[in-house]
């Protein structure tokens, strides 16, 4: 982590000598959000700190074998659970309080309760965001917390870990995959679990009618050959017959990249009440979470999104026309 042993050293000083936690992350949780909050709980459970994992929403199916305890909660059952008194909030994997829905009321009105640890940085003024951006993964920063406090992992606490760093880091693809995460992957494999099944489970494990609907999606597709970006879009109508109430656009949109002359991957997805889910890939030096941040989206520079009013012509509209941009501008500035 190199400079930022003593940004960590002060993150676990502040946790130290806090007593009651609510652990959360983003609303549609995925491996690095999951596997951070499990480790995190399991560092503080060690330290002798009260902490309870809250989610805005449930863990989708996908994802629960990496509770393996059933520690995650979800907000809708927070009403059978006993929640920590007068808790400090860590929100990990996101700093968008947006994002955690009905979490954000144990929040005080000053945010002097809010810890967020994240690998993102698109707060860098906030006092209670712990940002490591050069970091692959959530996942990564907890460990190394677990790390600097000398305690021991158990089996499956090593597992969520692993997991949260294969999904942030594509598989050990992306270019934040540095030296210390395979360093981190090392130890964790000591553990001896099944990485092919682990790596099927939540990457390969779809339904037959993901098939059905990748040809429909495809039949949307559209090249723009010049800018060298493709989009699809998703109609309601879409997910309705093959029964998919989850955003399916991550079946294809990183599919979609694989030729040669392809940069830049937008998907549209009609939601209910006239919104749009905007997923967009990129490679190379193409951030697309510029565009996403000005749909009050976010996340990477080549895996970002948001989710924004209008019809899917006219968003979808709008982002070609910052996708041609952001390439006229990338490409004119050489990079």
């Known amino acids: ?26 609303v549609k949780s995925d491996a690095d959000g999951i596997g951070a909050e499990l480790a995190l709980s399991h560092l503080l459970t060690n330290i002798q700190k009260t902490n309870l994992i809250l989610n805005p929403d449930e863990v989708r199916e996908k994802y629960k ?10 907000f809708d059952t927070s009403s059978m659970i006993r929640i920590p008194e007068n808790p400090t909030v860590v929100i990990v994997d996101n700093s968008d309080i947006g994002r955690i829905g009905q979490i954000k009321s144990f929040i005080n009105e000053d945010k002097t309760n809010l810890i967020a ?25 907890i460990y190394e917390l677990i790390s600097m ?26 270019n934040k995959t540095r030296p210390r995460t395979h360093e981190i992957a090392a130890k964790l494999l000591e553990f001896g679990f099944p990485t092919e099944d682990l790596s099927r489970r939540v990457f390969e494990n779809t339904p037959i009618e993901t098939l059905y609907l990748k040809r429909d999606i495809y039949s949307t597709l559209v090249v723009y050959p010049e800018s060298h970006f493709v989009t699809v879009s998703i109609t309601r109508e879409m997910l309705s017959q093959y029964n998919f109430t989850a955003n399916p656009s991550e079946h294809v949109v990183n599919d979609m990249l694989g030729p040669a002359d392809i940069y830049m991957v937008a998907s549209f997805t009609e939601m209910e009440n006239g919104m749009v889910k905007i997923s967009l890939r990129s490679k190379g030096n193409y951030n697309v979470c510029s565009i996403a941040k000005e749909f009050s989206g976010g996340g990477h520079t080549n895996a970002s999104g948001a ?4 019809t899917i012509e006219d968003v979808r509209a709008d982002v070609v026309a910052k996708l041609i941009e952001l390439y006229n501008n990338t490409y004119a500035n050489g990079l």
Not at 160 to 173: L, N, S, V
């Open 1 to 26: 982590m190199g400079d930022n042993i003593q940004k960590l050293k002060k993150l676990l000083t502040l946790l130290s000598k806090r007593d009651n936690f609510i652990i959360t992350t983003h």
């Open 149 to 174: 406090s000398n305690l021991r992992l158990d089996y499956d606490t090593a597992v969520a870990i692993y997991m949260g760093i294969i999904m942030d880091t594509g598989q050990f693809r992306y």
């Open 65 to 74: 074998f990496i509770d393996t305890k059933s520690n995650i909660h979800y």
């Open 117 to 141: 640890i994240d690998h993102h940085n698109e707060l860098e003024d906030s006092p209670w965001l712990y940002a490591f951006p050069e970091v692959g993964s959530t996942s990564e920063i």
């Open 307 to 310: 989710t924004t009013q209008g």
